[in-house]
Structure formats: structure tokens, C-alpha cells
């Protein structure tokens, strides 16, 4: 079959050759492209991660929600709260059952650690 313009016939998957794209149009000119949702991981650690505004003692903080986290977590478990003890015992028993398996757990280095780090750095240093 002749592909002249004469012979040419258009339909399914042959397109009228004067609406062709030409050689080297790009598909998508208008360059939009999909948004790309965060995921789950990114969600939490954004939340985690943003500044909230505390009092402690008279004094306006800024500190992650993940630091205040910890915190209240190791005063309410330094003040005999069992279910404080009972979350901390269970991500201990998480890491222990890892390291039973020979599976190592090691925290990336990332806003995140960093985070915990620096909260319970401040927490050793204000008891």
C-alpha cells in the first residue's frame, strides 16, 4: 500500500498527517507534569518534624513536635506512668526481636535522628 497523500487513508492510529507532531515536537508542550504525592514516611516526618511553640518554666521554646514527644514521654515514665513504660518497653522488644534474627538496626542519619538526638540530648541536660 502507497502511503502518498493521495493513497493515505486516515483512521485508528494514523492520524491526518498535516496534525502530525513534527520532528522534534515534544508531546507535552506545555511541561505538566503528574504532582507527585509525598508518601507516608514523608507525611510523618513533616509532622514530627514541624516547630511547635512551648512555655517551660516562663520561657517561650521552639522545638519539634518530635522532641516534645520524647520529652513528655520520659517524664511521664520517670514519674511511674506504666503505659509510658510499656511503649518504651515495646520498641525495646522491637530491636531486640530485630537483633535475635541478626537483622541490624541502624538510624540513617537525617533531620529525623537528629531531631531525637538533639531532644534527648536537652533532656539529659535538664535533669
Same mark, same amino acid.
Given at each position: 500500500?502507497?502511503?502518498?497523500?493521495?493513497?493515505? @487513508?486516515?483512521?485508528?492510529?494514523?492520524?491526518? /498527517?498535516?496534525?502530525?507532531? /513534527?520532528k522534534?515536537? !515534544?508531546?507535552?508542550? $506545555?511541561? /505538566?507534569?503528574?504532582?507527585?504525592?509525598?508518601?507516608?514516611?514523608?507525611?510523618? $516526618?513533616?509532622?514530627?518534624?514541624?516547630? =511547635?511553640?512551648?512555655?517551660? /518554666?516562663? #520561657?517561650?521554646?521552639?522545638?519539634?513536635?518530635?522532641?516534645? =514527644?520524647?520529652?513528655?514521654?520520659?517524664?511521664? &515514665? !520517670?514519674?511511674?506512668?506504666?503505659?509510658?513504660?510499656a511503649?518504651?518497653?515495646?520498641y @525495646?522488644?522491637? =530491636?531486640? @526481636?530485630?537483633? #535475635?534474627?541478626?537483622?541490624?538496626?541502624?538510624?540513617? &542519619?537525617?533531620?529525623?535522628?537528629?531531631?531525637?538526638?538533639?531532644?534527648?540530648? #536537652? $533532656?539529659? $541536660?535538664? @535533669?
Amino acid at each position: 500500500m502507497s502511503t502518498s497523500s493521495k493513497d493515505y @487513508e486516515v483512521g485508528y492510529q494514523r492520524p491526518p /498527517k498535516h496534525s502530525r507532531w /513534527k520532528k522534534g515536537q !515534544c508531546g507535552n508542550p $506545555d511541561r /505538566k507534569y503528574p504532582i507527585r504525592r509525598p508518601s507516608v514516611l514523608e507525611f510523618i $516526618d513533616k509532622l514530627l518534624l514541624r516547630p =511547635i511553640e512551648v512555655v517551660e /518554666k516562663g #520561657e517561650t521554646k521552639r522545638v519539634t513536635a518530635l522532641a516534645i =514527644i520524647v520529652r513528655q514521654l520520659w517524664r511521664q &515514665e !520517670c514519674a511511674g506512668s506504666r503505659q509510658a513504660l510499656a511503649v518504651r518497653l515495646k520498641y @525495646e522488644a522491637i =530491636i531486640q @526481636e530485630a537483633a #535475635e534474627r541478626g537483622v541490624e538496626v541502624e538510624l540513617a &542519619e537525617n533531620d529525623y535522628t537528629r531531631a531525637l538526638a538533639a531532644a534527648l540530648q #536537652e $533532656d539529659t $541536660d535538664h @535533669e
